[in-house]
Structures are given as structure tokens and as C-alpha cells.
């Protein structure tokens, strides 16, 4: 058994990790939620966003300095709606859609998520 309704990490503590998990579940430690104040793993989580997604998006990337976001290809049209706001080109990378940015240079325009063209200064 795995994930949320197993006990494989605990099983694998008891044999002094002597294999390695695709996937475990501990729960999440009381109080704490880094996430609490965005909408954004939820979105993620059931694959679309609601409609002030674009600009949560940018706080989020902002907020925790991501400066890429990969997409398995066969998740891509699974995950359409929330690829969708993003207006700049990603790199095909074997199985993965790689959309790299510095997260200063993101601005949303029109509900669109767009990088700011060379020479602009970045703002927040």
C-alpha cells in the first residue's frame, strides 16, 4: 500500500529504508499550510483555475521564486485550462513541456500571462 491510505513510508522506516517509494504520504504537520493564503495547488490539484487564475498564478510563481514549470506531455491536454493563460512559447524536452521564465519579467495583460520583451524593466 501507498499514498494516502498506506503505510509504506512507515512500514519502509521499520526496515531502515532498505527500499526506495514511488510515492508516500505523512499527512500534513497541524497549523501548518504554506500554502494557506493561495488558490493555486488547489488548481492545480483539479486542473482548472477560476477566473482571477492568471494573476494568482504570477503571485504564486513570485512568491516562492519558480522559474520553470514542467508539464509531462501527456498531461498537457489534461491540464489545457490552466496552460491556457500562459502566452509565451514552452520547450519540448523528451516527455516534458518546459515553460522557463524569471518570475520578474511576468506581467498579466487581457487575463493572459505574458513575459515583459527585452529591455523593459521588471516590476512587480
Same mark, same amino acid.
Given at each position: 500500500? !501507498?499514498? @494516502?491510505?498506506?503505510? *509504506?513510508?512507515? $512500514?519502509? *522506516?521499520?526496515?531502515?529504508?532498505?527500499?526506495?517509494?514511488?510515492?508516500? $504520504?505523512l499527512g500534513q504537520a497541524e497549523g501548518i499550510h504554506?500554502?494557506?493564503?493561495?488558490? %493555486?495547488?488547489?488548481?492545480?490539484?483539479? /486542473? $482548472?483555475?477560476?477566473?482571477?487564475?492568471?494573476?494568482? #498564478?504570477?503571485?504564486? @510563481?513570485? /512568491?516562492? /521564486? @519558480?522559474?520553470?514549470?514542467?508539464?509531462? /506531455?501527456?498531461?498537457?491536454? !489534461?491540464? *489545457?485550462a490552466l496552460l491556457r493563460p500562459i502566452h509565451f512559447?514552452? =520547450?519540448? =524536452?523528451?516527455?516534458? =513541456?518546459?515553460?522557463?521564465?524569471?518570475?520578474?519579467?511576468?506581467? =498579466?495583460?487581457?487575463? *493572459? %500571462?505574458? #513575459?515583459?520583451?527585452?529591455?523593459r524593466p521588471s516590476g512587480r
Open positions: 500500500p !501507498s499514498g @494516502i491510505h498506506g503505510y *509504506a513510508i512507515p $512500514w519502509q *522506516a521499520e526496515t531502515n529504508f532498505y527500499y526506495n517509494l514511488a510515492g508516500g $504520504w504554506p500554502y494557506a493564503d493561495m488558490t %493555486i495547488p488547489n488548481d492545480f490539484h483539479r /486542473k $482548472w483555475g477560476g477566473a482571477d487564475y492568471p494573476r494568482q #498564478l504570477v503571485q504564486f @510563481i513570485r /512568491k516562492h /521564486k @519558480i522559474g520553470a514549470l514542467l508539464v509531462d /506531455k501527456d498531461q498537457e491536454e !489534461s491540464c *489545457a512559447p514552452p =520547450v519540448r =524536452v523528451g516527455g516534458i =513541456v518546459l515553460y522557463r521564465f524569471n518570475p520578474r519579467r511576468l506581467m =498579466v495583460k487581457d487575463n *493572459a %500571462i505574458e #513575459l515583459l520583451p527585452p529591455g
